[in-house]
């Protein structure tokens, strides 16, 4: 309870809870040894983290600073939030009631600062499953990065398991799926909040870290929005994983 990996160097065994549960999480969702992930302590301080990571790969890469991102209108409200919080343009493209639209609406919402595409697999609300495989290709296609919600982080992965036949990809196994945020909190049975988000490289994950070396009390460094922090969720996920 204690604990608190924000100090890496004191709090080892933590920092390792962490690193377990990200390399399981990142098994269960098709990554290799390129893939990453980051912890996150809840579904909107994930949201922000994506807005971070897609902001500042923008600026340090292709040199964008007021960049867009694009989604379609079931994504959920937190990633709106997020977009304001961070002053990033959020393009959303309505949906019908059966949760079609025209993907050549969405293309053509792409320009020179679009970020990234962010889809749902499936979506909070409706429980669509967004057309995955094919925004990869127009992900790759424009060289921006896609993202993927999958908040019912331990039901989608499974559902094959059960019998049921998934007709579309969603996570690493599809080219052109850059991050997926994970709540393992959904239908996981862990504590609320326990999220993580993986990263198809570490080059776009070293865009939500910060580091400063100036300070008296030595080295700070951060993963994201959030500084301090307990290691009980982890342990919690770590052991029901």
Known sequence: MK????????FTA?????????????????????????????LDDQAHCVMLAYKNWGKTYKGISN?????????????????WNHDIELKI??????????LNKLE??????????????????TGWLDPVEKLGALAQEHQIGLHVDSAFGM?????EDAGINMTEKFDFWVPGVSTISVGLNNYGQMPPGSAVLLFRTKQLRWCIFFGYGQW?????????????????????CWTKI
Request: a negative charge; aromatic letters at 8%.
């Open 3 to 10: 604990s608190n990996p924000l100090h890496t160097t004191i």
């Open 14 to 42: 933590s920092f390792k809870l962490e690193a377990d549960l990200l390399q399981m999480v990142n098994m269960v969702y098709n990554g290799d040894m390129e893939t990453c992930g980051a912890p996150t302590y809840n």
């Open 67 to 83: 960049g867009n991102l694009i989604a379609f209108s079931s994504i959920h409200p937190r990633y709106i939030k997020a977009c």
């Open 93 to 102: 493209l309505t949906l019908d009631y059966t949760g079609y639209t025209d």
């Open 108 to 125: 053509g919402l792409i320009d020179d600062s679009t970020l990234a595409i962010l889809c749902s697999a499936p979506a909070n609300a």
């Open 155 to 159: 039901l989608v992965p499974f559902i």
């Open 216 to 236: 008296p009390g030595g080295l700070y460094c951060a993963v994201g929005l959030v500084g301090s922090r307990t290691s009980s969720a982890t342990a919690a």
